[in-house]
């Protein structure tokens, strides 16, 4: 995170370094920093070299950048966003920050896609991070991730649980509740804009 310049990645003129939330337009916000600190603590063992990561509802770009940080360039780094306008300005924010050779050297992609569907095209994944709250895990999330892979994801609507939800190598999965959160909803597109 002391890498990749949060400055970049919020609206110009915004208090970038304060631990809050902010808005980014479209009825999305970037989330805190204290919250990427933790989802990425969450996930660090998930995302060594070489290893593969999905970002759902990637919004600004900043957490994607630092995941294209940690598993460098023998690694995979995927990106949905279902706002293209977002998906177009979190690649230029990329592009401006200390992980810009990720997207030059094409380890580091962003789809404009429903994330609830993950990206099953570069599955298995080592790390799946969902930046909205689904109202339940999406199964699809659970397939798409590797045995001995991580998902971390707020799940609830009015209340919220970020929830570590683990493969196990053989198949099984168990889920634990880190902590209560309060992030905008993973839904539809037309949901998000009309704000529902
Ligand atoms: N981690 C991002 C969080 C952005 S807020 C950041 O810190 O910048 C959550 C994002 O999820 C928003 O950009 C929103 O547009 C997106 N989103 C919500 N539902 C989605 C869905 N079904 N598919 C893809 N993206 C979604």
Redesign the pocket.
């Known amino acids: 995170m002391e890498a990749i310049d949060r400055g970049i990645?919020v609206t110009a003129g915004a208090p970038a370094y304060l631990d809050s939330p902010m808005s980014?337009g479209?009825n999305?916000?970037?989330?805190a920093p204290h919250m990427?600190a933790t989802c990425l603590e969450l996930l660090k063992e998930h995302l060594q070299h070489g290893m593969r990561a999905l970002?759902?509802?990637?919004?600004?770009?900043?957490?994607t950048a630092c995941f294209a940080m940690m598993v460098g360039p023998q690694g995979r780094v995927v990106g949905?966003?279902?706002?293209p306008e977002?998906v177009s300005s979190s690649i230029e924010n990329i592009k401006r920050s200390a992980a810009a050779s990720s997207i030059k050297d094409g380890f580091l992609t962003v789809h404009v896609?429903?994330?609830?569907l993950g990206w099953p095209e570069l599955a298995p994944y080592d790390a799946i991070h969902v930046?909205?709250a689904a109202p339940q895990i999406p199964q699809s999330l659970i397939d798409q991730l590797k045995p001995g892979g991580r998902l971390v994801i707020p799940v609830g609507t009015l209340n919220q649980d970020l929830k570590v939800v683990d493969k196990n190598l053989d198949g099984s999965i168990s889920v634990r509740t880190e902590t209560s959160v309060r992030?905008?909803?993973?839904?539809?597109?037309d949901a998000?804009l009309r704000n529902n």
Request: no cysteine.
């Open positions: 990645f980014i479209y999305a916000t970037i989330s990427h970002d759902v509802g990637s919004g600004t770009g900043y957490l949905i966003e279902h706002i977002l896609a429903d994330g609830r930046g909205a992030y905008v909803p993973l839904t539809s597109r998000q």
